[in-house]
């Protein structure tokens, strides 16, 4: 027996160490809102707006803002991710299936949508703990329903938008579409 502890952590530790942090948005997966599980791997070369979304908020008319978006850029290689969350005053108190319904009913919503997830508190998901620990000015607290992360087609964070920046503000579309252009493939 003595011999078999020291061989277990000998066999053990290096594939603990071998385990890197995550260095993009594409190192993490999620649970799609109908439950399939979504590797966010399989939106590399795509520029993605990621945002908290919530469906009884005084900000959830962004909705048919970010689907506009979405819809006008998709073909260009951009999408919407939404990640309905319930930390903010109770405005996300709906099931999975409740907030899908919703969502489509109201706004006809398209774009890719996760299922609830934390993103603050000591239950933050992975992927939001990951998002808020960047540098200044792109980390931070989320501070409220419907902030956005703008990410570049590699996976890297490249802007944070406050909750009340509107999905059509100038300064986010110019970004977004700086992004877009600059990613253009060579013919």
């Not at 011999?3 to 530790?13: E, I, T």
């Not at 299922?115 to 808020?132: E, N």
């Not at 938008?161 to 970004?175: Q, S």
């Amino acid at each position: 027996m003595r011999f078999f502890a020291p061989l277990c952590v000998a066999l053990l530790v290096p594939w603990v160490l071998a385990a890197k942090p995550p260095t993009s948005i594409h190192d993490f997966s999620l649970a799609r809102i109908d439950g399939a599980e979504q590797p966010l791997a399989d939106y590399r070369g795509k520029v993605l707006l990621v945002v908290n979304v919530a469906s009884q908020c005084g900000l959830t008319p962004q909705y048919e803002g970010l689907e506009a978006l979405h819809e006008k850029y998709r073909e260009r290689g951009f999408a919407v991710l939404g990640f309905p969350a319930n930390d903010f005053a109770g405005q996300e108190p709906g099931s999975n299936a409740e907030i899908a319904d919703f969502c489509r009913a109201t706004y006809s919503i398209q774009f890719p949508m996760f299922s609830k997830i934390h993103v603050q508190g000591d239950d933050i998901h992975p992927l939001y703990a990951w998002l808020t620990s960047r540098p200044a000015p792109l980390g931070g607290p989320v501070e409220w329903n419907f902030q956005k992360y703008l990410v570049a087609r590699d996976g890297g964070v490249v802007a944070r938008f406050t909750p009340r920046t509107v999905p059509d503000d100038p300064a986010l579309v110019a970004r977004l579409e700086a992004l877009l252009d600059a990613a253009k493939p060579r013919p």
